[in-house]
């Protein structure tokens, strides 16, 4: 374990992705590395004990250069992003095979020396989605404050559960606010990459974190890669009629729920996530 100083954090927030069961698609990780592309950021620890990792199930990776050849072995790794209007510290590694417990401690003892705002955890998992659509991404909390604050729904799934529903679960006993965001991955496209289910994470976050990211060329590469699907489904009639079932299921659903109530609820919970709801600046939703 090794940690650099991290004095004079603007706002600090944590936004934390694992690889592996946590991951369709490689949605959560991938959009990390995006956001440490898009800006300067510093490298600020890492974990790496060789106790939480079974090489065998999570494998180091061997790389060469022209200086010669080197061994990666996992570890998760934390790096400050400076974004010019605060600061995230990014949280990227494989899900631990071992130790769960002294890991998620670890972990969280980190954290709370950052003393951030808010914790985010991000996941994606396979689901019955078409691809055609919006890809949904719910906000999820066991905190009550949290909730409360970010206008959130509370988590209240029960079953296994990953790394994310562990350290979860330990910074609400630690008093460190913490939510997560899972977005739904189409399960008969679920090989990486996913850019839309990034977009849609990245979207989302932004609401959570107030701040307005670089999307790049996200938006881009998730319409080539809808268009993508759409002409590979079309190559076999039984996946393009299954296709069209998910995608009515998901209109019905929308067009039912879509009362004037449920939208303006939506709609309220999105502002104040976003910070906008204030007196004055006419954007409050009249009741």
């Known amino acids: 374990m090794q940690f650099a100083p991290m004095d004079g954090l603007r706002d600090p927030a944590v936004v934390i992705a694992f690889s592996g069961w946590n991951d369709a698609g490689n949605a959560a990780t991938d959009l990390l590395r995006h956001?440490?592309?898009?800006?300067?950021?510093?490298?600020?620890?890492?974990?790496?004990?060789?106790?939480?990792?079974?090489?065998?199930?999570?494998?180091?990776?061997l790389h060469r250069t022209a200086d010669g050849?080197?061994?990666?072995?996992?570890?998760?790794r934390l790096r400050t992003v400076h974004h010019p209007d605060r600061?995230?510290?990014?949280?990227?590694?494989?899900?631990?095979?071992?130790?769960?417990?002294?890991?998620?401690?670890?972990?969280?003892?980190r954290?709370?020396?950052?003393?951030?705002?808010?914790?985010?955890?991000?996941?994606?998992?396979?689901?019955?989605?078409?691809h055609s659509r919006p890809l949904p991404v719910g906000v999820y909390t066991s905190d009550p404050a949290v909730e409360r604050k970010y206008s959130m729904d509370a988590s209240d799934y029960t079953g296994p559960t990953g790394?994310?529903?562990?350290?979860?679960?330990?910074?609400?006993?630690?008093?460190?606010?913490?939510?997560?965001?899972?977005?739904?991955?189409?399960?008969?496209?679920?090989?990486?990459?996913?850019?839309?289910?990034?977009?849609?994470?990245?979207?989302?976050l932004?609401?959570?974190?107030?701040?307005?990211?670089?999307?790049?060329?996200?938006?881009v590469e998730a319409q080539k890669w809808?268009?993508?699907?759409?002409?590979?489904?079309?190559q076999d009639p039984d996946i393009a009629e299954y296709i069209e079932q998910l995608e009515e299921a998901r209109d019905t659903e929308e067009v039912e729920g879509a009362t004037g109530d449920t939208i303006a609820a939506e709609l309220e919970k999105f502002l104040r996530r976003r910070g906008d709801d204030k007196p004055g600046n006419g954007n409050a939703i009249e009741s």
């Open 111 to 130: 954290i709370k020396k950052i003393d951030p705002e808010i914790v985010v955890f991000l996941g994606a998992m396979l689901s019955d989605t078409p």
């Open 163 to 204: 790394m994310i529903g562990v350290a979860a679960q330990l910074m609400l006993h630690e008093r460190v606010p913490a939510a997560s965001l899972w977005v739904s991955v189409p399960h008969y496209v679920s090989s990486p990459p996913n850019p839309k289910a990034q977009d849609a994470l990245l979207t989302e």
């Open 69 to 76: 050849a080197w061994v990666e072995w996992p570890a998760l």
């Open 206 to 219: 932004e609401g959570v974190l107030h701040v307005q990211f670089q999307h790049a060329e996200l938006p």
């Open 35 to 61: 956001l440490m592309d898009a800006y300067p950021g510093t490298d600020a620890g890492i974990i790496d004990d060789e106790r939480y990792w079974d090489y065998q199930q999570t494998r180091p990776m």
């Open 226 to 234: 809808t268009t993508a699907v759409d002409q590979l489904s079309q």
């Open 87 to 109: 600061d995230i510290i990014v949280v990227l590694g494989p899900e631990p095979n071992l130790l769960w417990r002294q890991f998620s401690m670890e972990l969280v003892d």
